[in-house]
């Protein structure tokens, strides 16, 4: 990795505890700013990043029932429920016609924010996976009110490079 290499531990060398914080501190992106490398897997791995918009659950929800309101679960007691959250994806591949090709980039996640705590957040894009096109991102942000652009944030659960090790089946799944 080269000098320049964002979320790269801070010696240089192997991540320690710190470095969270430290790799947190180097993001978010602008949706047009990501460098290649960050999608591209060679010997390492990159971080997982999700073009998205950050938010607290509260206020995803009340988008949610304002935009897609048959898309809303309620307990006995009239209260919107979390399982909400991932019936938004769905109702956003069903009001676009999303090719199923790319359901995927289309999901609500966790991600970090610069100062390493966590949110809610509905991402059309991921460095693993791709993105949607960025017509359609700009139609989904206009449908769901969102003022700026999404922007690249990292995974909490998967925020360093990895080395990639060629994976070798155990002799027990193997037919013979």
Not at 139 to 146: C, E, F, M, R, T
């Amino acid at each position: 990795m080269s000098e320049s290499t964002l979320f790269k531990p801070s010696n240089g060398k192997f991540y320690q505890r710190s470095d969270y914080s430290y790799v947190c501190k180097q993001q978010p992106l602008l949706m047009d700013e990501l460098p290649e490398y960050l999608h591209t897997f060679g010997k390492w791995t990159p971080p997982k990043l999700f073009l998205a918009w950050p938010s607290d659950q509260a206020s995803l929800l009340k988008r949610i029932e304002r935009v897609y309101p048959s898309s809303v679960i309620r307990n006995r007691r009239g209260e919107l429920v979390q399982t909400t959250l991932g019936a938004l994806p769905k109702a956003i591949r069903k009001d676009f016609a999303i090719d199923p090709d790319f359901h995927d980039c289309l999901q609500v996640v966790t991600v970090a924010l610069e100062n390493g705590k966590h949110a809610i957040s509905l991402a059309v894009g991921c460095t693993h996976i791709g993105m949607l096109n960025a017509n359609l991102i700009g139609d989904i942000q206009a449908k769901l009110g969102y003022e700026e652009s999404p922007k690249w944030y990292i995974d909490p659960n998967w925020w360093t490079w990895r080395e990639r090790r060629a994976f070798v089946f155990p002799s027990f799944l193997c037919m013979h």
